[in-house]
């Protein structure tokens, strides 16, 4: 990830993101289109946290710390090796209460050894309002300091 200023007054993360095909409907034929190599502006921030999780890939129970969070995503470094679209059941531990939040299903977006990007795609109402107030306070806590 790169931070790169595009004016004084703007800023944007430019991110590479992985290959990934998906087939498209033109007429009466598929298509299969691949969107290798371009970069994507990621339109949030990721709030910086120290959390455990452990995911759960097929045969495997990874444990890993995730370093960044927002509500739709994390980047973990972990203990188990992952391959981009790989899918994970997640436990997130938040600091702000012992309860962890269960993640049903997240996919492996990026990889670079033990450090990975994943993004939620299953999670319960509660789980998302965990979440969210979680950065929520973050957020304020770090707007009231600066």
Known sequence: MRKVGLTSMFSAIIVMAPVEYFAIQTGDDNQLMSHANKFVI??????????????????????GTVMNLCRNGFRVLGDHQVVPGMELVVRLTLPDKDEPVEIQRVVVRWVRGLLFGAKVVTMTPEGEDRVGTFLSSRLRAYCASS
């Open 42 to 63: 990621r339109t949030y921030h990721r709030i910086p946290v120290r959390c455990v999780m452990y995911y759960l890939g097929g045969d495997f129970l990874g444990k």
